[in-house]
């Protein structure tokens, strides 16, 4: 499945969370905002790249001992 697919399901789930008065709604509005920054983030670097985003293929950090 496609992740911006699955970060729109995320959004617009959020989007009916914002409509509840009080914390909740507080907080999915700023949930919604990270995920906006995320959307963007994506769609910009497969702009860029021409391919999207592959998280597995980021290399682990080596500890440090």
Do not use: H, R
């Not at 995920?35 to 592959?54: F, S």
Request: net charge neutral.
């Amino acid at each position: 499945m496609n992740p911006l697919l699955i970060l729109t399901i995320i959004q617009a789930a959020l989007a009916g969370l914002t409509a509840i008065k009080g914390n909740v709604g507080m907080d999915a509005q700023i949930a919604s905002a990270f995920v906006t920054i995320i959307q963007n983030g994506m769609a910009a670097y497969q702009q860029a790249t021409g391919q999207p985003l592959d998280l597995t293929k980021i290399p682990f950090e080596t500890p440090v001992k």
